[in-house]
């Protein structure tokens, strides 16, 4: 059965489904994909619970998606959310010795690329899915990849909160958007979500959508 679990970390509080067994051989860390959430690899858990019962399972809502906290005063940087794994891999090498294996889909797997690279010594095995290394462009690029990034700062924050009429409608865009079922978004988006006074709306913070300032050159990349 999974369980909701908090991490606490020096700027965030992660929240992350959780499947602990009594006794494990190795932990599998999980890290979704941008304005997705832990809720993508639920099919994935439900599956490997089946398989093996005797491997922890935790997969992560990274700073400002699904269940955690958002930025209180900044963005969120690439780099960033490297430090932050590494926070959380720390507290589980603290709690077990087991090996950690980290399984990372589209954003999530170009986070974990670097971390297993920066910090081989965490990281027994690695698992990327629709996600290679760290996105990178030209040199030449860096002036107008900062002055785009900084632009659309101030677009993300000047534009207006989007409100709909129910969790179903949010359903159907997202379904329509990434080309899938509305019972394969279905708990995807339940996760992303939250309703006010005004209606329902996305859980996730809208400053994620802000462009990067700065992306590594290709040589860095490599």
């Given at each position: 059965?999974?369980?909701?679990?908090?991490?606490?970390?020096?700027?965030?509080?992660?929240?992350?489904?959780?499947?602990?067994?009594?006794?494990?051989?190795?932990?599998?860390?999980?890290?979704?994909?941008?304005?997705?959430?832990?809720?993508?690899?639920?099919?994935?858990?439900?599956?490997?619970?089946?398989?093996?019962?005797?491997?922890?399972?935790?997969?992560?809502?990274?700073?400002?998606?699904?269940?955690?906290?958002?930025?209180?005063?900044?963005?969120?940087?690439?780099?960033?959310?490297?430090?932050?794994?590494?926070?959380?891999?720390?507290?589980?090498?603290?709690?077990?010795?087991?090996?950690?294996?980290?399984?990372?889909?589209?954003?999530?797997?170009?986070?974990?690329?670097?971390?297993s690279a920066a910090f081989p010594e965490h990281i027994d095995y690695l698992v990327q899915i629709e996600g290679y290394g760290p996105i990178s462009e030209p040199?030449?690029?860096?002036?107008?990849?900062?002055?785009?990034?900084?632009?659309?700062?101030?677009?993300?924050?000047?534009?207006?909160?989007?409100?709909?009429?129910?969790?179903?409608?949010?359903?159907?865009?997202?379904?329509?958007?990434?080309?899938?079922?509305?019972?394969?978004?279905?708990?995807?988006?339940?996760?992303d979500s939250q309703h006010s006074d005004k209606g329902w709306q996305w859980r996730h913070d809208k400053k994620l959508k802000a462009n990067s300032?700065?992306?590594?050159?290709?040589?860095?990349?490599?």
């Amino acid at each position: 059965m999974l369980t909701e679990q908090t991490f606490q970390v020096r700027h965030y509080a992660l929240s992350a489904l959780c499947f602990e067994p009594e006794q494990f051989t190795r932990c599998i860390v999980f890290l979704h994909g941008w304005l997705d959430n832990a809720a993508s690899f639920l099919p994935l858990i439900e599956e490997m619970q089946k398989q093996n019962s005797a491997v922890k399972l935790v997969a992560l809502d990274l700073p400002g998606h699904g269940l955690s906290s958002h930025a209180r005063d900044g963005f969120y940087p690439f780099h960033d959310y490297i430090d932050t794994l590494n926070q959380v891999i720390v507290q589980l090498k603290q709690q077990s010795t087991c090996p950690v294996v980290l399984v990372g889909h589209s954003l999530g797997a170009l986070i974990a690329s670097c971390y297993s690279a920066a910090f081989p010594e965490h990281i027994d095995y690695l698992v990327q899915i629709e996600g290679y290394g760290p996105i990178s462009e030209p040199e030449q690029n860096a002036l107008q990849r900062l002055r785009k990034g900084v632009l659309s700062r101030q677009r993300v924050m000047q534009k207006p909160e989007r409100y709909f009429n129910s969790q179903a409608q949010m359903k159907e865009l997202r379904a329509m958007r990434y080309g899938l079922t509305v019972s394969q978004v279905a708990a995807l988006v339940e996760r992303d979500s939250q309703h006010s006074d005004k209606g329902w709306q996305w859980r996730h913070d809208k400053k994620l959508k802000a462009n990067s300032l700065y992306r590594m050159s290709p040589s860095h990349s490599q």
